[in-house]
């Protein structure tokens, strides 16, 4: 059972910034594509962004790019997202997810990530 823990999350003004880890337990995590998605109240679970297994391949929503960075750090089982220019619309719990593949490809369907994080919430104030 894969497990994945995200940290970094909490209240920033309009145009900080914020860095979200999320760690990953298991063995697969070097040859798997990671994704983060978002939900804000009353809304749906979103896409926000995607890396390939090697750090190679990166996939961003229009809402975000330019803004946010995703990596990972295989050694460490790790992947993040460095979050610029925060706008009170990036307000939402965010969740880091293990995919079954090892690329990610834009359209993807979200059934294709199998593991999930419990979410760290994301504040961002004007």
Do not use: H
Request: proline share 2%; charged share 20%.
């Amino acid at each position: 059972q894969v497990q994945l823990v995200e940290s970094g999350g909490g209240s920033v003004q309009a145009g900080g910034s914020l860095r979200l880890s999320c760690v990953c337990s298991g063995d697969i995590f070097e040859n798997r594509a990671v994704g983060w998605f978002r939900q804000a109240p009353g809304k749906e679970r979103e896409f926000v962004a995607a890396i390939g297994y090697n750090g190679e391949n990166t996939y961003y929503a229009d809402s975000v790019k330019g803004r946010f960075t995703i990596s990972r750090d295989n050694g460490k089982n790790t992947a993040y997202l460095q979050m610029n220019s925060l706008k009170p619309e990036d307000t939402a719990v965010y969740y880091c997810a293990q995919s079954n593949w090892r690329e990610y490809y834009t359209g993807a369907p979200v059934s294709d990530f199998v593991s999930w994080g419990q979410g760290t919430q994301v504040t961002v104030f004007s």
